[in-house]
């Protein structure tokens, strides 16, 4: 009789670790999505977390626009204006220069030193000062200095001894010895020059403005006449 050999009885396997069991009054935890964390379900697609937005940028400013070319005509143009303008200047300045003149002391103009002894005495015949085109007179209230020129049509008049009086050759108008009008056609009294007094230092000690009489000081050594400084005499009418 032949022999028989055991078949070995199968092994059970193992069996599965089971899953504890939740604590009474828990919630069943939802079931994870196959494919890993964070993957989604079958069948659904993951939606991306949106993007923190970033402020808008600025527009940037568009650059100005370049220089057009300047034509031949517009450069002549600006060629011409250029050369107008500084031939206008050079007009202007020449003009000022010439409106504003500059005398020297000494000239007629600027302001002419005399002596005092050049003066007459009291009352004595007018001196003729041909550098700066006036007369010295001494008067009671004191000296001046008279402008040569008639007062009428710009003659030059001279002094009459016999008559004691200046008289204009032209159209006989006569002045007294302080200028004042006496006849003829002139309309006003005869102009004067401003003077200034000096002492032996060269020191104004009194002056005259307006080329009114002034007595001389006891100290005086000079009289500066200036004869850029005319003014005008009264008139009669």
């Known amino acids: 009789m032949a022999e028989t050999t055991p078949t070995p009885a199968s092994t059970p396997a193992d069996p599965a670790p089971s899953t504890p069991a939740p604590p009474p009054g828990a919630k069943p935890a939802a079931p994870?999505?196959?494919?890993?964390?964070?993957a989604s379900p079958a069948g659904t697609t993951a939606t991306p977390k949106p993007a923190a937005q970033k402020p808008a940028a600025k527009p940037a400013e568009a650059p100005p626009p370049p220089p057009q070319n300047v034509t031949r005509r517009e450069f002549l143009n600006y060629v011409w204006g250029a050369s107008m303008a500084l031939m206008l200047a050079q007009t202007v300045g020449i003009s000022v220069l010439f409106a504003l003149p500059r005398f020297r002391e000494g000239e007629f103009g600027g302001k002419i030193r005399v002596s005092t002894a050049d003066f007459p005495a009291l009352n004595a015949s007018p001196t003729e000062n041909n550098l700066g085109k006036f007369w010295m007179v001494n008067t009671e209230q004191g000296i001046q200095a008279i402008y040569k020129v008639c007062t009428h049509l710009g003659c030059l008049y001279f002094w009459d001894d016999l008559s004691r009086r200046f008289a204009c050759p032209c159209?006989?108008?006569q002045f007294e010895y302080n200028g004042k009008w006496i006849a003829?056609?002139?309309?006003?009294?005869?102009?004067?020059f401003a003077f200034e007094v000096l002492d032996a230092n060269d020191r104004v000690i009194a002056e005259s403005l307006d080329g009114r009489p002034l007595p001389l000081p006891a100290n005086a050594a000079a009289v500066r006449v200036d004869t850029g400084r005319k003014t005008l005499g009264e008139s009669h009418f």
């Open 184 to 192: 003829g056609p002139a309309p006003r009294d005869l102009d004067r």
């Open 171 to 173: 159209h006989g108008s």
């Open 32 to 38: 994870r999505p196959a494919g890993g964390a964070g």
